[in-house]
């Protein structure tokens, strides 16, 4: 498995600016990154390059000694729960409305990114047994909502009067959406305190205004 890189720490922050997090995890705003290693040693602490996707890069200051070892322990704990993967199961049947399979599916979609296989199960009865291609249009449609997020491992298949699938989640997909919506919580934050640093500045101006008028008079 490769490793993840490293965070850039302190001078080895290459950008000229950064979105600065304090380390209490107050939105200190947009900064020079000079001035936000200033206020990080001021503090005795770190600057930490959290999101480097973002524009600009979102940083926070912290212990990054402490940080890197909590982080690492979570790392060892998320090691340990995949050496035991639990199954969880969803059962749908063949004629299921659409609002019941959106529901069902979300559900194993969280399943999946919680790290769990999840058996899909088709169940049949009486006469819907002569109609197995209801069933297997379903665990199709399962499949490709869940396939940014598993791979299927098992089937379809027909067990007695079930029809079953089995989804296991890929590392790989799970990693690039968590990246993805890690990136746009950044980007988001970014533009909300350019927006924040915006509207700051049209207020001082609408403040400022009225006196410069006054001095003319």
């Keep these: ?18 979105l600065l997090v304090g380390a209490d995890g107050e939105k200190l705003g947009v900064r020079p990154t000079p001035e936000a290693l200033r206020l990080a040693q001021d503090e005795g602490l770190d600057l ?12 926070r200051i912290m212990d990054y000694g402490k940080w890197k070892y909590e982080q690492s322990q979570r790392d060892k704990e ?18 299921i409305g659409q609002g ?42 399962v499949a490709d909502t869940v396939d940014h997020l598993a ?17 296991g989640p890929d590392k790989k997909k799970l990693a690039a959406v968590k990246k993805a919506e890690e990136e746009a919580a950044a980007a988001e934050a970014a533009e909300l305190e350019a927006q924040s640093h915006e509207e700051e500045l049209h207020e001082e101006e609408s403040v400022s205004t009225p006196a410069a008028s006054n001095e003319e008079e």
């Design 151 to 167: 791979n299927v491992e098992f089937g379809p298949n027909l067990e007695g009067r079930n029809m079953v699938m089995v989804l």
């Design 100 to 141: 019941d399979f959106d529901t069902k599916t979300r559900k194993v979609e969280k399943f999946l990114g919680e790290g769990s296989k999840v058996k899909v199960t088709i169940m049949f009865r009486g006469r819907e047994m002569q109609h197995p291609e209801l069933g297997r249009r379903i665990l199709d449609n």
């Design 1 to 18: 498995m490769a490793e993840k890189p490293e965070a850039r720490v302190n001078d080895r922050i290459r950008a000229r600016e950064v």
């Design 48 to 59: 930490v390059e959290v999101a480097s996707k973002a524009n600009p890069p979102v940083c």
């Design 78 to 95: 998320s090691r340990k729960k995949s050496t035991n993967v639990t199954v969880k199961e969803m059962k749908y049947r063949p004629k």
